[in-house]
């Protein structure tokens, strides 16, 4: 093997042989740090006996090399190596199901736990939340667009190849099907349902308020792009409605 090309491996995975941590102590720290400061984090972790029934009761951990213990015991240890390594791959196996929560004597959530881990790695733009979302776009455009995610009209063989032969069964007449439902809004296979004009503008004033649009601007610049100039839109239809309506 070429030297370059060993060059090349290492700038993905790290050197194999080497203790130093792929990134700074830092920017560990500061990672920890934000994921800590977190309100529910002192509700969610209130100490761990290493018991091990999170991972028992886990869906996740008999499918993936996963385990909530594991995840527990980084947090509550502070291992901030580890910490950084979970977050690579590990994080994203959750099904967030809160079995875990339900079940742990220390009343922790390590569901819980592992949300604010992810969040964290979307507010660092970490390659590995960019991965896992990158194919939900599709439907974050549609959430932002129309208020709701998933409309029949994007349940195709092609859009949800991952179904496999099940999604035949949705392969159906639905323009005929949906008018046979009774509510007027629910006709269209555009939307899911039809979501008004002042209460879309309001989703967006939350979005922006609480952040959401910021760490969708760090994992999907462009996506990002497309979102904010049909918020204003939106926004420029829903004042020409108040003009119009104003008496
Ligand atoms: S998080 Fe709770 S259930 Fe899981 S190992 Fe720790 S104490 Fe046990
Ligand atoms: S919330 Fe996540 S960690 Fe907890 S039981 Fe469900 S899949 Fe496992």
Request: with cysteine; aromatic share 8%; net charge negative.
């Amino acid at each position: 093997m070429s030297h370059s090309a060993t060059s090349r491996i290492q700038e993905h995975i790290g050197d194999p042989v080497s203790d130093a941590p792929p990134v700074g102590r830092e920017e560990l720290e500061e990672i920890f740090q934000d994921i800590q400061a977190d309100m529910r984090y002192d509700h969610e972790l209130n100490g761990c006996l290493n018991c091990g029934i999170c991972t028992a009761t886990c869906p996740a951990a008999h499918y993936y090399d996963f385990s909530p213990r594991e995840i527990v015991q980084l947090l509550w240890t502070e291992n901030l190596e580890g910490i950084y390594d979970a977050m690579q791959e590990k994080i994203w196996s959750c099904a967030q199901c809160y079995t875990c929560a339900a079940r742990c004597p220390f009343s922790n959530s390590p569901g819980g736990l592992i949300m604010l881990m992810r969040e964290t790695a979307i507010k660092h733009g970490m390659e590995s939340a960019k991965n896992v979302l990158r194919p939900f776009s599709r439907v974050m455009l549609k959430l932002i667009s129309t208020g709701n995610q998933l409309s029949p009209d994007m349940i195709t063989p092609d859009g949800f190849a991952d179904w496999g032969p099940n999604v035949a069964k949705v392969d159906a007449p639905l323009d005929i099907l949906r008018k046979a439902i009774p509510m007027p809004t629910l006709h269209t296979t555009k939307t899911a349902w039809e979501v008004n004009l002042k209460t879309s503008v309001e989703l967006y004033t939350i979005w922006e308020e609480t952040g959401v649009l910021d760490s969708l601007e760090t994992i999907d610049e462009n996506l990002f792009d497309v979102i904010l100039d049909i918020m204003d839109e939106k926004r420029d239809d829903y004042e020409d409605w108040l003009d119009e309506n104003d008496d």
